[in-house]
C-alpha cells in the first residue's frame, strides 16, 4: 500500500518562527507582514512565538536569515521583501542571488525558509501580491513554513 505524508495537518512543535522584512517598498512589505502574522497565529502560534525583524532591503534578508536559524529556539523564518524592476538589470541580480542563497541556507540548516520575496515588473503586479487580486505572498511564505514543520514533526516520528 502507497503512503503519502502531507504537512496540511497535524501538531505545530513549539518554538520561534522569525519574520524577516525589508522596509524597501514598506507598505508593500507590511502588508507581506500582516499576511505572514494572520496566518502563522491562525495555525495555532502566539504572538509571543513571533519576532519580527525589519532590515533595509531584500540583499539583506539572507544575512538576518542566517543569524536567526543559528539560534536553537528558532524554528523556521520567513522572508519578506519586494524587488521592483527598474530601468537596469539590478533586480536580476538581486533576485537571483536572494533566491539561490536562501535555498542553500535551507539546505544548511536543515529549518524551513519561507519564501516572500516579490520579484515584479511592476509596483501594481507587487500591489497585486501583497493583498490585492493575486492574493497575500506573505500568507503563503509562512503557509509553507508550516506545513514543512508539521511534515518534519511526522518524519521525525
Not at 509571543?48 to 525589519?54: M, P
Not at 538576518?64 to 519586494?82: F, H, I, K
Request: aromatic content about 2%; glycine content about 10%.
Amino acid at each position: 500500500m502507497l503512503t503519502e505524508i502531507t504537512g496540511v495537518d497535524g501538531q505545530l512543535p513549539a518554538g520561534k518562527i522569525v519574520i524577516i522584512a525589508s522596509r524597501y517598498n514598506e507598505g508593500i512589505c507590511d502588508s507581506l507582514v500582516r499576511g505572514s502574522v494572520e496566518t502563522l497565529t491562525a495555525a495555532g502560534y502566539s504572538e509571543a512565538d513571533l519576532e519580527i525583524i525589519r532590515v533595509p532591503g531584500a540583499w539583506e534578508l539572507v544575512l538576518l536569515a542566517a543569524n536567526a536559524l543559528d539560534r536553537d529556539e528558532v524554528l523556521a523564518v520567513v522572508t519578506l521583501g519586494c524587488v521592483i524592476k527598474g530601468e537596469t538589470t539590478h533586480d536580476e541580480h538581486i533576485n537571483r542571488s536572494v533566491s539561490d542563497a536562501l535555498m542553500q541556507l535551507g539546505v544548511q540548516t536543515r529549518k524551513p525558509i519561507g519564501f516572500g520575496l516579490l520579484t515584479c515588473n511592476t509596483l501594481e503586479q507587487a500591489l497585486q501580491r501583497s493583498g490585492g487580486t493575486v492574493g497575500n505572498k506573505g500568507n503563503e511564505a509562512a503557509e509553507a513554513v508550516v506545513e514543512l514543520l508539521r511534515l518534519a514533526g511526522k518524519l521525525k516520528a
